[in-house]
């Protein structure tokens, strides 16, 4: 089993819909989630951090955290041909030496004009 | 303010030869990172330093080695490169284990 999951898409939504990308992760005492965004050929750049259960609002963006069913989600209103990307939800595992984060392998989103 | 800066950002290697890519931060973060991107791997950990002067082994050390020259700068050194070692490679900073890690623009390696 992978530290931390995603479906790897294409995950292809209308212009205007809701886009819905999940996470799952392994360590139950995890503490700090990060759902990055990845243009093809760039660099991942962060989108939101959720450190606590419940949901976490940024403009479109909404970030869930549920840590008993050891999930994250990411939810993407009114979804623009400009959100078309691979998203990677990354999480801080426990464990000495785990410094970095760990990385899923992202999905990949497509929004359809 | 650059952030990350890696160079460089493309390079074409033959098997058997060595190179260093260089990753400078002007963020003043402690800890810095070097991962590899393959098409369904995601991002994996080959080197990471917590401070200067330290150095750890991440997933995927095999065939690299790493320097922290100083608190700005972190480098990565393929010392015999071979073609599994096509990949692109970020470079990333966090300012401490639990905030988020800013990268770099990658360097796209290709070796033949």
């Known amino acids: 089993q992978k530290e931390v999951e995603q479906n790897s898409g294409p995950l292809s939504v209308p212009e205007g819909a809701i886009a819905s990308l999940n996470c799952t992760y392994s360590?139950?005492?995890?503490?700090?989630f990060f759902w990055y965004r990845q243009y093809s050929g760039k660099s991942p750049e962060l989108i939101m951090f959720?450190?606590?259960?419940g949901d976490k609002e940024d403009g479109r963006f909404t970030a869930q955290l549920n840590k008993a069913s050891q999930y994250v989600s990411l939810l993407i209103r009114d979804s623009q041909p400009s959100d078309s990307a691979t998203y990677l939800c990354?999480?801080?595992?426990?464990?000495?030496?785990?410094?970095?984060?760990?990385f899923g392998s992202g999905t990949r989103l497509q929004v359809q004009p | 303010n650059a952030g990350v800066t890696q160079t460089p950002k493309f390079q074409v290697l033959k098997t058997g030869q060595s190179m260093t890519l260089q990753c400078a931060q002007d963020?003043?973060?402690?800890?810095m990172y070097w991962y590899r991107q393959d098409p369904g791997m995601g991002l994996r950990l080959i080197y990471y330093?917590?401070?200067?002067?330290?150095?750890d082994k991440g997933e995927v050390p095999n065939g690299y080695n790493v320097s922290r020259l100083n608190k700005r700068e972190f480098s990565l050194r393929l010392e015999s490169a071979a073609p599994s070692q096509t990949s692109v490679y970020f470079c990333?900073?966090?300012?401490?284990?639990?905030?988020?890690?800013?990268f770099g623009q990658g360097t796209r390696l290709t070796v033949v």
């Open positions: 959720i450190y606590s259960n």
């Open positions: 990333a900073t966090q300012l401490d284990d639990n905030t988020e890690a800013f």
């Open positions: 963020m003043n973060h402690n800890s």
């Open positions: 330093s917590a401070s200067e002067g330290t150095t």
């Open positions: 360590d139950r005492g995890s503490q700090s």
């Open positions: 990354a999480v801080k595992i426990r464990g000495t030496g785990r410094r970095a984060l760990t």
